[in-house]
């Protein structure tokens, strides 16, 4: 019914900078909000960034002043620009989003992508 595709992830140096892109397809009334998600091998999975539908964002201690997140709603899709990478954001890194379906917006669908690798080292 709905997918989420994530691209952008890849290896780079500490210091440098990545800009994921998810992009939600399916039979999609409306979204809620958005979100990325990362875990980095033998760690829990944790919430880097979250962002709602009227713009309001939410970030790890962790990350903020080096992340961002955007959101274009016309079509459909959710960034994470990531710049003053540290060697602790290498991650699997997953979009998520609260979507209500066209034949059930009565209640939300929790959609995830399938992930991407993002590593920084040197």
């Known amino acids: 019914q709905v997918q989420l595709v994530e691209s952008g992830g890849g290896l780079v140096q500490p210091g440098g900078s990545l800009r994921l892109s998810c992009a939600a397809s399916?039979?999609?009334?409306?979204?809620?909000?958005m979100g990325w998600y990362r875990q980095a091998p033998g760690k829990q999975r944790e919430l880097v960034a979250a962002i709602t539908s009227g713009g309001s964002t939410n970030y790890a201690a962790s990350v903020k002043g080096r992340f961002t997140i955007s959101r274009d709603n016309a079509k459909n899709t959710v960034y994470l620009q990531m710049n003053s990478l540290k060697p602790e954001d290498t991650a699997v890194y997953y979009c998520n989003a609260e979507i209500f379906l066209v034949h059930m917006t009565w209640a939300p669908y929790d959609a995830w992508g399938q992930g991407t690798q993002v590593t920084v080292s040197s």
């Open positions: 399916g039979t999609i009334s409306r979204i809620n909000a």
